[in-house]
């Protein structure tokens, strides 16, 4: 008499292999879900820091009566800030007299010198800038 057909300890073997592919193969799906949403908000980040820091500057270049505000922040504290909603997402941007420029003080004749901070829940990112006032 011939069997046919495979034995329980074939289909545990195949269910066993089958099943640790598996979990390799959402493992890595997870991890690049993960990846690519992390990348997504630093992009979105970056994308925001470098509008704000634009706006900032065409603000204040555009309306001089905000020089005094600037000229008489203290360093650390904020000068601006604006909010924004991006695909969702909460950005707060700020504005800061720039401290660790190493240069004292951070306002010379003609250069303000500044920081923008991005704020997405716990991830920030932090540039560093000139800004050329006219008076």
């Known amino acids: 008499m011939e069997n046919k057909g495979f034995t329980l300890v074939e289909m545990i073997v195949t269910i066993v292999i089958f099943s640790i592919a598996s979990v390799a193969f959402f493992s890595f799906f997870l991890f690049n879900s993960r990846t690519n949403l992390k990348l997504e908000r630093k992009v979105k980040m970056y994308e925001t820091l470098h509008n704000e820091i634009e706006a900032f500057k065409t603000t204040v270049g555009n309306d001089p009566t905000t020089y005094s505000i600037i000229w008489s922040a203290v360093q650390g504290t904020p000068v601006d800030s604006a909010i924004d909603t991006v ?8 504005f800061y007299l720039d401290s660790s420029t190493g240069t004292s003080p951070s306002v010379s004749p003609n250069n303000i010198y ?15 800038f000139i800004m050329t006032l006219r008076r």
Do not use: E, P, R, W
């Open 87 to 94: 695909s969702n997402y909460n950005i707060k941007t700020v």
């Open 114 to 128: 500044l920081k923008a901070v991005v704020h997405l829940g716990n991830d920030s990112i932090t540039q560093h």
